[in-house]
């Protein structure tokens, strides 16, 4: 599966629209984009992914660039419980959980 | 909505001793996942079964072993734990068989096992 980096931490006013990016520099043609979070202590939680086109569904959005070598999730108005870890995952399609690879991510944290 | 349910949801045991956890996945789903999360660390894939075979393997160590049953439950079991076996471990399920295809994962709260 391709590496990933992220930034390490970021912060973000409570309504206001909070954007997580993600390089991806080394994805094949057949990796798609997976978005997981983890709230303190609790189980992963998927967001959103996506192949090629931008996705949004009632969480978030997610815009991949046209090269595909980054992409950025988009949490529309951030509350206080979307504070968390954010994870950008590449792999192969198919959905599941088949060998995650959750490296660091992101550290959201918003303030009120 | 139904979600994954792991048992116990705290377990402390001695060194050498053994440990068995359970998780439950959510109603139809036939795969199911184990995620190790060591104090400070990344969640770690350990290995998955769907429809009662393993599907997948990744760091699981040798002391470890875990097994899908006819109803669909998991459970993982761990001899000889050691203190490095401290950790959150998560199971997760989704549904993969009967036409679905990149269907998410749905993780439990996870059980927290102390090796003292």
């Known amino acids: 599966d391709a590496k990933t980096t992220q930034p390490t931490s970021m912060d973000c006013a409570e309504g206001r629209a909070a954007n997580l990016p993600c390089n991806h520099s080394?994805?094949?043609?057949?990796?798609?984009v997976y978005w997981y979070r983890q709230i303190h202590s609790q189980g992963p939680q998927y967001i959103i992914h996506?192949?090629?086109n931008n996705e949004t569904n009632e969480m978030a959005s997610l815009i991949i660039t046209e090269d595909r070598k980054s992409s950025t999730l988009i949490l529309p108005h951030a509350t206080l419980r979307d504070t968390a870890v954010y994870y950008c995952?590449?792999?192969?399609?198919?959905?599941?959980?088949?060998?995650?690879?959750f490296g660091k991510g992101t550290h959201l944290i918003i303030q009120p | 909505a139904a979600g994954v349910i792991q048992s116990p949801r705290h377990l402390i045991k001695e060194k050498r001793e053994t440990a068995t956890l359970k998780c439950y996945p959510i109603?139809?789903?036939?795969?199911v996942y184990w995620y190790q999360q060591g104090p400070g660390q990344d969640p770690q894939f350990l290995i998955s079964?769907?429809?009662?075979?393993?599907?997948d393997k990744g760091s699981i160590p040798d002391r470890f072993s875990a097994q899908q049953f006819s109803d669909y439950h998991s459970e993982l079991n761990m001899s000889s734990l050691e203190l490095g076996d401290s950790a959150l471990y998560f199971c997760?399920?989704?549904?993969?068989?009967?036409?679905?295809?990149?269907?998410?994962?749905?993780f439990g709260q996870g059980t927290r096992l102390t090796v003292v």
């Open positions: 997760a399920s989704s549904l993969r068989g009967q036409g679905a295809w990149n269907t998410e994962a749905f």
């Open positions: 080394t994805i094949s043609g057949n990796e798609y």
């Open positions: 996506g192949l090629k």
């Open positions: 995952i590449v792999r192969v399609g198919g959905g599941g959980a088949d060998g995650l690879t």
């Open positions: 109603p139809r789903h036939d795969t």
């Open positions: 079964f769907y429809e009662k075979m393993q599907s």
